[in-house]
């Protein structure tokens, strides 16, 4: 896990700088198009919450990596008034800003693991990770590999 500095994000100009962010990573991590995609509106989503609703927070944006698992994890920390009813929010529908990803279902929808935790004296807390899919070990030793699995004697068995 390799932790980068938290993005502070106070202003509007704040938000840019967290999707270049999010775009900058998710691409050098080797995220397609369409997750790099679908991880910058995530991160435009939850700074547009901090900005609107918190007043300010800080988002997170840095390298997952377990057992050759790569993925890439935001977390998006607050101490605003937080989310009095998590899930009203997040049932479908409950958007009201008009935002790209359709607020915070949209987020979990377009991310793999999905947490919040949020209260009056705590503010709200956002974990979230998108996992790269391709795999990080070699082609060759891995069993789900069409090369290894046709060459496996134990794979043509009955
Ligand atoms: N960080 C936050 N702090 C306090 N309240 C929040 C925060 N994020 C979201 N909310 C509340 O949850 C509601 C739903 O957020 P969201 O799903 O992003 O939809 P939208 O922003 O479009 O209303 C917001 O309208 C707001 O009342
Ligand atoms: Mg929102």
């Not at 609107?52 to 993925?71: E, F, N, P, R, W």
Request: glycine letters at 10%; aromatic letters at 4%; charged letters at 20%.
């Amino acid at each position: 896990m390799e932790m980068s500095a938290p993005l502070l994000i106070v202003r509007m100009e704040d938000i840019a700088a967290a999707r270049n962010k999010a775009r900058n990573l998710s691409k050098a991590l080797g995220f397609g198009t369409l997750d790099q995609t679908r991880i910058i509106i995530a991160v435009s989503e939850l700074a547009r919450n901090l900005y609107l609703y918190a007043d300010q927070g800080q988002i997170t944006i840095y390298k997952q990596q377990i057992s050759g698992c790569v993925g890439i994890r935001i977390l998006s920390v607050d101490s605003g008034p937080g989310i009095v009813d998590v899930p009203t929010v997040m049932g479908s529908g409950y958007s009201t800003s008009g935002g790209l990803g359709a607020g915070l279902p949209g987020v979990k929808k377009l991310m793999d693991e999905f947490s919040i935790l949020s209260s009056a004296e705590e503010g709200t807390r956002i974990n979230t990770v998108k996992w790269l899919r391709t795999p990080q070990i070699p082609s060759t030793q891995n069993p789900l590999h069409p090369d290894t699995a046709s060459s496996s004697p134990q794979l043509l068995k009955g």
